[in-house]
Every structure is written in C-alpha cells, then in structure tokens.
C-alpha cells in the first residue's frame, strides 16, 4: 500500500558501513513493524515499534542492528558494519493501533533492496 | 509456534484459466487470520485477501478467492480467469490471537507463471 513509504528503495553498502532505513507510517498510525526477506525466503519479523518505545524486538539479530522510532520523523532500522549476510529486501508496515486480529488488513511499504559488496 | 508450509515452489497456468496455490498452517491458536499476498517482480508486497478463522464463508475478493477448510488446515489461494500480470511470487501468512498476535509469520512462497 502506497500509504507505508520507505526509502531509499535500493541502497548499495560495501562492507563496514552502516546502512539507514527509513519507514514513514501511514497518516495516523503509530506502530511500525519491520521485516526482513532473504533470498528465497518469505519476510521474517525483526522488530515492532511505538512511538519512542520498542515493544518487541524478539526478531532482531544480537549485534549490529537497532531500531528507533522517534517522536517526530521517521522509524529507522539501522545496520552497523554491514556483512554480505545483510543482503535482503527489508519491509516496514504500519498500523493505528495494537495490531490484533480485528486488524484484517496488513499493508507494507515497497521495501528497501540492500545489496553489500 | 506458528508455521506456514507452501509446498508448491512454482506453478504454471494458461491464460484465462483458474489455478489454485496450497498454503497449510500449523497453529495451536484457536484464533487465527489467514493472509495472501503478491509480490511481483518490482518487489514490493501486495495484499490481497483475509480470512479469518471464525468466518463462516470462505472470503472472496474479485479474481481471489480463498478455499479455506478449518479440519485440514488449509487456506488454497484461487485465482480465476489467470491474467498475464498474476505472474508473480504468492505468500501465504498467518497471525494468532494469544501472544505476540502483531507478528505475522511466513511461508515460502509460490512462484506462479501464467502463460499466453
């Protein structure tokens, strides 16, 4: 769904350098959840944000990577010393509330493509 | 814990023709929804169809429909009239009521090629 924007679509990292994703929810949503998809793979849950809280982040590698979600601004996953590993597609999706199963529709935004050389 | 098994890596169908994507589940939940979703070669996830699993009907929506049969845990993805532009990877996903019930959890995914 056009709502979720992400960006930037494709980002190229050699090794070392750090990779930001960025995820702007839907108007008027307040959670943001992150998935990743790995070749060959379906997505795979990281993490679920509110605002200036993380409520969940059960999905996240140990090391490497974190998740914010500020007052003001965009949800960003950020990727430290990016390994060739870290090659995937990395989807965000929103929602207004807590996303029980009354929430019958689950949108993502386009993804972000990062490719490690 | 939650699985989702799509057992078809790929499938073919002639255009204007029905095809139908397996998708079986795992759950222990009483309370469940079932997802489809399209993600075509640009990339990006489409949603096409819910059902939850208390619904009494089976949930259509226009060309989907989803063949959901409850005692077998399943929820077969139908796509009618095949389309050239059906071409495309098919998830099928599912979230629980109890616990973390705002993750959704994955199968594979089907890689359907629709042939003119």
């Known amino acids: 769904n056009a709502g979720v924007m992400q960006n930037p679509r494709h980002l190229v990292r050699r090794r070392g350098q750090e990779a930001r994703l960025r995820c702007s929810p839907m108007k008027g949503h307040s959670h943001v959840y992150w998935y990743r998809q790995l070749p060959e793979e379906g997505l795979k849950f990281m993490v679920y944000?509110?605002?200036?809280?993380?409520?969940?982040e059960s999905g996240m590698p140990k090391e490497r990577f974190s998740a914010e979600f500020p007052k003001e601004g965009p949800s960003i996953l950020r990727i430290q010393q990016v390994v060739r590993g870290d090659s995937a597609a990395y989807f965000c999706?929103?929602?207004?509330?807590?996303?029980?199963?009354?929430?019958?529709?689950?949108?993502f935004g386009q993804g972000t493509r990062l490719t490690v050389v | 814990a939650q699985k989702i098994t799509q057992t078809q890596p790929g499938m073919f169908v002639q255009e204007k023709e029905a095809v139908t994507l397996d998708c079986t589940y795992d759950?222990?939940?009483?309370?469940?929804?079932l997802f489809w979703y399209k993600q075509p070669s640009s990339g990006e996830m489409i949603f096409l169809i819910y059902q939850g699993s208390y619904d009494q009907q089976n949930a259509t929506e226009g060309r989907y429909s989803l063949n959901f049969q409850k005692a077998r845990k399943s929820a077969n993805l139908v796509i009618s009239a095949s389309q050239l532009g059906d071409s495309a990877m098919y998830f099928c996903?599912?979230?629980?009521?109890?616990?973390?019930?705002?993750?959704?959890?994955f199968g594979k995914g089907t890689l359907l090629t629709v042939n003119p």
């Open positions: 759950t222990s939940d009483p309370s469940y929804g």
């Open positions: 996903a599912m979230r629980v009521r109890g616990g973390s019930n705002y993750k959704l959890t």
């Open positions: 944000l509110q605002k200036e809280n993380i409520i969940d």
């Open positions: 999706a929103s929602s207004p509330e807590f996303g029980g199963l009354m929430n019958t529709e689950a949108f």
